[in-house]
T-cell receptor
Framework: DAKTTQPTSMDCAEGRAANLPCNHS???????VYWYRQIHSQGPQYIIH???NNETNEMASLIITEDRKSSTLILPHATLRDTAVYYC?????????????FGKGTKLTVNP | GAGVSQTPSNKVTEKGKYVELRCDPI?????LYWYRQSLGQGPEFLIY????????DSGLPNDRFFAVRPEGSVSTLKIQRTERGDSAVYLC?????????????FGPGTRLTVL
């Protein structure tokens, strides 16, 4: 699985958009970008994933650059409950069952 | 519906002892994963089951670690001769391969402390 690079930490004001970047310059054509988050003392939680098109669901939006070497997770209106560690993961399968390879992620702090 | 549950939530043991950690996956999920998370790090893969069989055990650090899933549902992670370095949060996740997103659903973890 391709390696990802994320900032160690970020801050965001409550109610504003949180934009979390991820670099995955070695991603291959059949690898997907997945985002999970982990709120303190809980297990990780799936947020969203994509291959090459931008994706949106009830939690977030995922913007993937045309060359697929980087992506941005957008939380449109961050709340205090969005404070968590966010993990960007690339993996080659969508439908199969494969392990997730986590990095250290980005610790997002949403401030009142 | 019920999510992934793990017991115990906390386990304190002494160096050299044997421990068992239990995971109850979401009903109907055929895939089950174990991860280990040390302080300040992301979760680290240990082993993956598809049904009753271990499809990938490449993450088990050594032969002191063993996991079973005899009936394709509940799984037990077993650690023999525990060492202080085994202290971590052990996370279990399950997924349905037929699901569109292959989303892994995680339990709250078992915090293992080896004194």
């Amino acid at each position: 699985d391709a390696k990802t690079t994320q900032p160690t930490s970020m801050d965001c004001a409550e109610g504003r958009a949180a934009n979390l970047p991820c670099n995955h310059s070695t991603i291959s054509g059949n690898e997907y970008v997945y985002w999970y988050r982990q709120i303190h003392s809980q297990g990780p939680q799936y947020i969203i994933h994509g291959l090459k098109n931008n994706e949106t669901n009830e939690m977030a939006s995922l913007i993937i650059t045309e060359d697929r070497k980087s992506s941005t997770l957008i939380l449109p209106h961050a709340t205090l409950r969005d404070t968590a560690v966010y993990y960007c993961i690339v993996r080659f399968t969508q439908g199969g069952s494969e392990k997730l390879v986590f990095g250290k992620g980005t610790k997002l702090t949403v401030n009142p | 519906g019920a999510g992934v549950s793990q017991t115990p939530s906390n386990k304190v043991t002494e160096k050299g002892k044997y421990v068992e950690l239990r995971c109850d996956p979401i009903s109907g999920h055929t895939a089950l994963y174990w991860y280990r998370q040390s302080l300040g790090q992301g979760p680290e893969f240990l082993i993956y089951f598809q049904g009753t069989g271990a499809a990938d055990d490449s993450g088990l650090p050594n032969d002191r670690f063993f996991a079973v899933r005899p009936e394709g549902s509940v799984s037990t992670l077993k650690i023999q001769r525990t060492e202080r370095g085994d202290s971590a949060v052990y996370l279990c996740a399950s997924s349905s391969p037929s699901g569109t997103y292959n989303e892994q659903f995680f339990g709250p973890g078992t915090r293992l402390t080896v004194l």
